[in-house]
């Protein structure tokens, strides 16, 4: 009797001390999310606020006189002379008629104001249209960096300001004036790679990913899947399955870079493929992807309970059938959850890319497996790499929509995983 | 069964994809080489790009090392058809070209770099020699006639005219090509303005003398030369190691360090009164010309006034361009494209 007491009595006194350790316990649990959570925040509002003025671009509308005197052109539509012509003097004479008190002796200061492109936009705008000529357009063209720079960062200690005191006033007076407008930076969506931070865009980085990730997923799918079917559901149990086991798994812990090498000496110097294209990107991605895939796949296929296999086998299907009829479509969800999360993972490489020549300069927006492509991880490498300063509000833009795929991935694997996942 | 035969298709199709990778022509220029030169040749690609009706050339920064060990694997469309480098061939990649077929090649000598060290223009300005650079930053120092670990922790420890602060100095990572041409051009040169370098044998002076120092002092900051630009802002203790380009850029934020009592300006680093100046090249596979389309235009386009000359746009992004004789030598160069020979680079 008096030792249950004694117990009841132990029991009662350490309860107290039971319930302080739990409550520490999870105390602990909460600081670690909040850790967690927090180095989040820090990352996003560093790059949001970095680089949401990456979407902004700042363009100037002016009246262009195409006077075909001017330009040294009676006819665009004859390539010679629109290859000779002057598309730079009816931009600075327009904008020298905006601003009051600018002379032709200010000429070179005007022109830094425009951007070195915009004589290509009025260039092109010509050459569609070429009864513009000998008229007047309201046309709108990006400013310099220099300008757009101004504009959004005056008084920002990151940023230099390259303009002159008669520039900055010029420009304030436009802003005014709305001359000179800031405007969501459609271009940043629409073009390629440029040394001109106001004309840099990622369209072709994204094409670049996107025929990359077709590439990794077309290959790594069925090899890594067919492979998991295999040694789940037909491989004897031997030392040499074993081996390749072990061996997969040390695949997956390989730095990726390793991947890279392995891509140059095969598919590059032996099999004679060309530098920097999306296929081979895509192969040696879909050699790194496809262990993570294959021990998914796996895992998915364990999961699927013996008694489904058994019924099946019971009235009489064949492995192959029990295989494909059965144990696949259960095990799908959980093999395409491991295949998004493995491609996202792919998605963000950029080591073994460096290798086989895709952290490469490439203006023209991919239009093939076979062409020059970068994908989005390197463009942000890029950028970040660049002296120009106004490539870093470019670079976390690029790091914004490179984050918005990832998240839009991870959300439908979780989303399937919810959708199609079926519990016994 | 159909489950099957849609496996199958997809298997079929990524093995179609695979396989059918055939060394196929290219019309596009691939160009390799130098990180020093990428920003330069990347403006002159773009331009050549929107001027002509070529594609834009593709260019990759693989370092000068790296460029050329490319450039001189062999003929044929998988191969790079020019090449940067931030420093000459070396005798041995020529051979290596050589060996492998790469037989005619043509140099071009595209103006220079300089290396600055900078500071935040809050920050004492250093003004320094060579031989009291090689002091502060070298790995070993003579003391006393013997070479010991580098023992300078303040910068007045080396000279009593330096500020009385202590020796942090940020710089490239030993991969780097700037790394490279620091070590060769103002560690080395220091080191040789001692008089007990006299007496070091040819290893130990590449090892002493081209060595920075590893006890903190000096921090390796990677490729991003921004990085170390922020860390100068932010910084006033600190100094920074990177090219001619990037303090342009920053002018209104970092001042340079006097060095043997030149400043880095553009002129001096022309007129290689700078003592850590370098010359930029580049190099250009004569067997590709005309096979693959453009290689001369774009040759011919860097050579131009309108890239090159003293308002050229190269000018505006930090390139020091070269003096209006060596340019209209350079414009000969690509219209008559001389072959490179051994006796050029001894």
Same mark, same amino acid.
């Given at each position: ?424 | ?105 043509? @140099? ?37 006639? @013997? ?36 070590? @060769? ?162």
């Amino acid at each position: 009797m008096t030792d249950q007491r004694s117990q009841a009595e132990i029991v009662r006194q350490s309860l107290k001390r039971r319930y302080r350790k739990e409550r520490r316990f999870r105390a602990y649990g909460i600081m670690a999310i909040a850790i967690a959570l927090g180095a989040l925040l820090i990352l996003f509002t560093d790059i949001i606020g970095k680089g949401y003025t990456g979407f902004v671009k700042t363009t100037i509308t002016m009246d262009v006189q195409l006077d075909g005197e001017m330009m040294y052109l009676d006819d665009p539509t004859d390539e010679r002379q629109i290859k000779m012509a002057d598309f730079v003097e009816p931009l600075v004479q327009a904008l020298i008629k905006e601003i009051p008190g600018a002379t032709e002796d200010d000429r070179n200061q005007v022109r830094e104001l425009i951007n070195p492109y915009a004589s290509v936009t009025l260039r092109d705008a010509l050459k569609a249209n070429p009864d513009w000529l000998g008229t007047t357009q309201t046309m709108t063209f990006l400013t310099h960096t220099d300008v757009d720079v101004y504009v959004k960062h005056a008084g920002d200690d990151a940023y230099s300001i390259k303009l002159n005191d008669q520039q900055k006033t010029w420009v304030d007076e436009l802003l005014e004036r709305d001359v000179i407008e800031t405007s969501f930076n459609d271009v940043f969506f629409s073009g390629g790679d440029s040394r001109d931070p106001s004309k840099a865009g990622i369209l072709g980085a994204i094409v670049g990913s996107l025929l990359t990730m077709f590439v990794t997923l077309i290959l790594s799918f069925p090899i890594g899947v067919a492979a998991a079917i295999y040694l789940e559901e037909f491989a004897p149990q031997n030392k040499f399955t074993d081996f390749i086991e072990v061996n997969i798994n040390n695949l997956a812990a390989v730095p990726s870079i390793i991947f890279g090498l392995l891509g140059l000496a095969v598919f590059i110097n032996l099999f004679g493929m060309p530098r920097s294209v999306p296929v081979v990107g895509g192969l040696v991605l879909t050699l790194m992807t496809l262990p993570t895939i294959i021990i998914s796949s796996r895992a998915a296929i364990k999961s699927v309970p013996p008694s489904i296999r058994e019924a099946a086998e019971g009235i009489g299907a064949s492995k192959m059938q029990v295989v494909l009829h059965h144990v696949l479509p259960l095990a799908m969800p959980g093999m395409l959850t491991g295949s998004i999360i493995g491609m996202a993972q792919a998605l963000g490489e950029t080591a073994p890319l460096l290798l086989i020549g895709m952290v490469a300069f490439i203006v023209d927006v991919p239009d093939g497996f076979f062409d020059s492509a970068t994908v989005l991880p390197v463009q942000v490498f890029l950028w970040a790499g660049s002296p120009e300063l106004a490539f870093i509000e470019r670079a976390s833009a690029a790091i914004m929509v490179l984050l918005a795929f990832l998240i839009s991935m991870n959300a439908l694997a979780i989303w399937m995983r919810k959708r199609l996942e079926r519990r016994w | 069964m159909k489950l099957n035969k849609a496996l199958a298709t997809v298997a079929l199709a990524g093995s179609v994809a695979a396989m059918s990778a055939p060394a196929m022509a290219r019309d596009t220029i691939s160009i390799v080489g130098s990180s020093t030169v990428y920003p330069f040749a990347t403006v002159v690609a773009e331009r050549f790009g929107t001027k002509t009706d070529f594609s834009t050339p593709k260019l990759e920064s693989t370092g000068s090392g790296g460029g050329l060990k490319l450039f001189c694997q062999g003929i044929g469309t998988q191969h790079p058809d020019i090449t940067n480098a931030s420093r000459r061939m070396k005798t041995s990649e020529f051979e290596l070209c050589q060996s492998n077929g790469v037989t005619d090649i043509t @140099e071009f000598r595209i103006g220079s770099d300089g290396i600055v060290i900078a500071s935040s223009k809050e920050a004492e300005n250093l003004d320094i020699t060579l031989e009291q650079l090689f002091l502060a930053l070298g790995s070993k120092v003579p003391v006393n006639g @013997e070479w010991v670990a580098n023992p300078n922790k303040n910068w007045s420890d080396v000279d009593s005219s330096l500020p009385n602060k202590p020796i942090r100095v940020m710089g490239p990572p030993p991969t780097s090509g700037t790394r490279d041409s620091f070590n @060769e051009l103002a560690l080395a040169a220091g080191c040789d303005e001692l008089p007990e370098a006299a007496s070091l044998s040819k290893d130990e002076h590449a090892s002493i003398c081209e060595s920075v120092r590893e006890d903190g002092a000096f921090i390796e900051a990677g490729e991003n030369d921004n990085l170390i630009v922020q860390k100068l802002i932010g910084d006033t203790g600190m100094y920074g190691v990177f090219g001619y380009s990037f303090l342009e850029e920053n002018a209104d934020r970092l001042q340079a360090a006097t060095l043997n009592g030149m400043i880095p300006t553009a002129e001096a680093i022309a007129a290689d009164e700078y003592p850590v100046a370098r010359s930029l090249f580049f190099y250009v596979k004569k067997a590709h010309v005309g096979v693959v389309p453009g290689i001369a235009e774009y040759v011919s386009e860097f050579t131009s006034n309108a890239a090159m000359g003293q308002n050229g746009y190269l000018k505006d992004v930090g390139l020091i361009v070269p003096p209006r004789a060596a340019l209209m030598d350079l414009m000969d160069k690509a219209e008559s494209m001389p072959n490179l020979t051994l006796d050029e680079l001894k």
